[in-house]
């Protein structure tokens, strides 16, 4: 069996490579789709070994890469009883791999009919869409603590990058969840006591550090949280959002100003449009005034040509 399949790969160097390359010195324009197969190969490659290392399947792979091994090296080394063995066992490889692998198999082909699909090339939500997803997210987790007075402080970033606040704290990295970001904000639980910040669409960490706003017009009433969220609303263009434990109320923080005992249509809108609506629409004013100085400067080297 090793030597048919060795056989196999000499004709299909020959005939597919050798000749291919042979091809390229002729119509050089060849190289294109070339690299186009070359380039889909390797993206499905470590698509493929991404998706396995993620399950149990792994293990099974690691399995069937040293039996393939093995089988070449008694081969080579003329290992004839062992080798007799393990091209018996292969044999029945392809059988062996389709029960073996069936629910990977059964779930990579119902995702071709799904939108799931798409995330399995990478082709995932545009990014405003998915902050907005993430914005009804955290405002349900908001109103469920504020319904139980669970204290809470959730730091939105934006366009100003604080890694430095998330390194004070537990990386998560995690997916934003409603359930998720209630249960971290549990009293007497390890990451309650501590901000939580959500980054690139992501819970990047909890129990992080924020600083303290220590200005002396600040009333005297607000707690530990809500100075933590003024403070970091000064420090960086970051939205904080702050749930009181002794009264349940919402507030947000923003460029070192409180908004103070809102609902959760309000922090919604407020959150919309802090961190989707004027910040999309300024990246694309942003892109069509490049566009338009482009244009200009187009016409004008024209004019002068």
């Known amino acids: 069996m090793v030597d048919n ?24 324009i060849k190289l294109i789709p070339l690299i186009i197969d070359l380039a889909i190969v390797i993206f499905l490659l470590v698509k493929f070994i991404k998706i396995m290392k993620d ?21 080579v080394l003329h290992l004839n009883i062992l080798n007799f063995i393990l091209t018996s066992f292969m044999a029945y490889g392809v059988i062996a791999i389709i029960v073996i692998f069936q629910p990977e198999l059964r779930r990579a ?10 995330r399995f090339f990478g082709i995932d939500k545009d990014i405003q869409t998915k902050t907005k997803e993430d914005i009804y997210k955290v405002v349900i987790a908001v109103e469920e603590l504020a319904k139980s007075k669970t ?5 939105m970033e934006r366009d100003i990058q604080i890694k430095d606040i998330i390194a004070t704290g537990i990386e998560m990295q995690a997916e934003v969840s409603p359930q998720l970001l209630v249960n ?9 006591d501590g901000a939580v910040v ?10 992080c550090m924020l600083p303290l706003a220590n200005d002396m017009d600040i009333a005297k009433e607000l707690g530990t949280r ?39 249509d309000v922090l919604k809108r407020i959150l919309l449009k802090n961190i989707v609506t004027d910040r999309f629409d300024e990246k694309k004013q942003g892109r069509m005034q490049k566009l338009q100085r482009f244009k200009k400067s187009h016409e004008k080297s024209k004019e002068q040509k």
């Open 226 to 264: 809500h100075r933590a969220a003024i403070g970091m609303s000064k420090e960086s263009d970051a939205i904080v959002v702050v749930v009181s434990e002794e009264t349940g109320r919402i507030s947000v923080a923003k460029d070192g100003t409180l908004i103070a005992d809102i609902k959760g």
């Open 151 to 155: 204290g809470a402080l959730i730091v």
């Open 184 to 192: 971290i904000f549990v009293p007497k639980t390890p990451l309650h």
């Open 198 to 207: 959500i980054s690139n669409n992501k819970i990047a960490a909890a129990a």
């Open 5 to 28: 399949f060795m056989a196999n790969i000499n004709n299909f160097v020959k005939v597919n490579i050798i000749s291919y390359i042979q091809e390229l010195y002729q119509y050089p």
């Open 109 to 118: 082909l119902e995702q071709l009919g799904t939108n799931k699909f798409t």
């Open 55 to 75: 399950s149990r399947a792994w293990q099974i792979l690691k399995g069937i890469a040293f039996l393939l091994i093995a089988t070449f090296l008694s081969s």
